[in-house]
């Protein structure tokens, strides 16, 4: 099959969803797929064996992660050039918007899916866009003969913004390169700041304010006698945080990758994952493929990935106190931190990123069919209140 994929962010910068669709084409290049990647300006030439084209743009004033597509005709004639079977837009904005508008221009299948809750804008001071958001998503959503979200909870939101054919994407980790055996006493001295046999509190993820960094740095400064802090990755708050937390016992790694971030990950002794504007959270999958107990906020996806008492510990979102008391039981209980590590590890080994890009490749398919069945965009209209089949 030849996909065209047109995304709002990728490469250089980091995400949840750069990350999921970086593990999804390395699995679409090793079933023989071929694909286009049509990505904001900065981003590399290639990726997994696919040419990547670099859209010229500018940064949105507000958010400069975010980019507005400059429509240019080098776009056009690289995807009339390609002559995708289907175009996969990701969470389709500004940029994202522009390739479904060539979608349509073209008469081409369209998939498109919704990786941001609206309300993450309240978040980064932006309430105003809420409302702009919430219909930017919802008229170029309906546009797709398919639509995906990654969790339960985003499936029933997109919805309730009136976005139609909705229907889920698998949550997958891959269970290797996230694993227990990558614990490491070397990575432990590190995190520690030099005091192994000290209790170690992970964080791990982008660094910004719609992550509830704030929660987390009431945690620290509440068990700061208890327990050693890791915070791994970068991002706009990192600077807030460290001064937020100077002479705290706390060790910022910057951005980790490759055998250093599995190392963090799986040197753990709890993970601490206070975001409430997740659509997943990839950073919780990947800490129980570790093997280490995770506490999240129960908001968003979160509740998709981890089963408070089963597979690790749910709080109130936004709750400072709530986040710290249940670190500090874990902390002081060996077997209950030892019993959810091995039971989020089990759960994550089911989730795999070949059964997640099958269940995509059968959506591209289902997209091609919709299509085909009523010509575009008229079908589309036709099917608007109609319920999407499996």
């Known amino acids: 099959m030849r996909i065209a994929l ?3 962010t990728f490469l250089p910068k980091v995400d949840g969803v ?3 669709l970086l593990a999804t084409l390395k699995s679409l290049e090793q079933a023989g797929h071929d694909v286009l990647v049509f990505a904001p300006p900065k981003s590399p030439q290639g990726v997994s064996g696919f040419r990547v084209v670099p859209a010229v743009g500018m940064p949105f004033p507000w958010y400069p992660e975010l980019t507005f597509a400059v429509p240019s005709g ?3 004639r690289e995807m009339k050039r390609f002559a995708p079977d289907v175009v996969h837009v990701v969470n389709p904005v500004f940029f994202g918007a522009f390739g479904a508008g060539l979608a349509k221009r073209y008469d081409l299948p369209l998939l498109a899916s919704f990786h941001t809750d609206p309300k993450v804008v309240e978040d980064l ?7 702009p958001l919430e219909v930017i998503d919802r008229e170029v959503h309906n546009l797709a003969h398919v639509n995906l979200c990654t969790s339960p909870q985003m499936v029933e939101l997109a919805r309730s913004l009136g976005i139609k054919r909705v229907r889920l994407w698998p949550k997958a980790v891959d269970a290797d390169r996230f ?3 990558h614990k490491s006493v070397e990575m432990r001295a590190r995190l520690t700041g030099g005091h192994p046999e000290l209790p170690l509190v992970v964080h791990a993820g982008r660094i910004s304010f719609e992550k509830r960094m704030d929660v987390f740095a009431e945690g620290v400064i509440q068990l700061k006698d208890e327990a050693r802090f890791a915070v ?7 600077a807030w945080l460290k001064e ?3 002479g705290m016992p706390v060790e910022f790694t910057g951005f980790l990758a490759g055998s250093e971030l599995s190392a963090a990950y799986a040197t753990g002794d709890v993970f601490a994952f206070p975001s409430d504007s997740e659509t997943l959270g990839f950073a919780a999958i990947e800490a129980m493929a570790a093997g280490v107990p995770v506490v999240a906020a129960n908001a968003g996806g979160i509740p998709h990935i981890v089963k408070d008492g089963a597979t690790g510990v749910l709080v109130t979102p936004g709750d400072g106190d709530a986040l710290t008391a249940a670190i500090r039981r874990l902390l002081r209980d060996d077997a209950e931190r030892e019993r959810l590590a091995a039971a989020g590890r089990v759960e994550a080994e089911r989730w795999t990123w070949d059964a ?3 269940s995509l490749v059968a959506r591209y398919r289902q997209a091609i069919r919709m299509h085909r069945g009523g010509r575009g965009s008229k079908k589309v209209a036709e099917t608007n209140s109609q319920p999407l089949g499996a």
């Not at 001071?125 to 409302?131: A, D, I, V």
């Not at 791994?232 to 990192?238: F, N, S, W």
Request: net charge positive; charged share 30%.
């Open 6 to 8: 047109v995304s709002e």
């Open 18 to 20: 750069v990350t999921r």
């Open 74 to 76: 080098r776009l056009g």
């Open 125 to 131: 001071s932006l309430g105003w866009f809420k409302r």
């Open 179 to 181: 694993n227990p055996r």
């Open 232 to 238: 791994v990755g970068e991002g706009p708050a990192l």
């Open 244 to 246: 937020k937390l100077a």
């Open 356 to 358: 997640a890009t099958d």
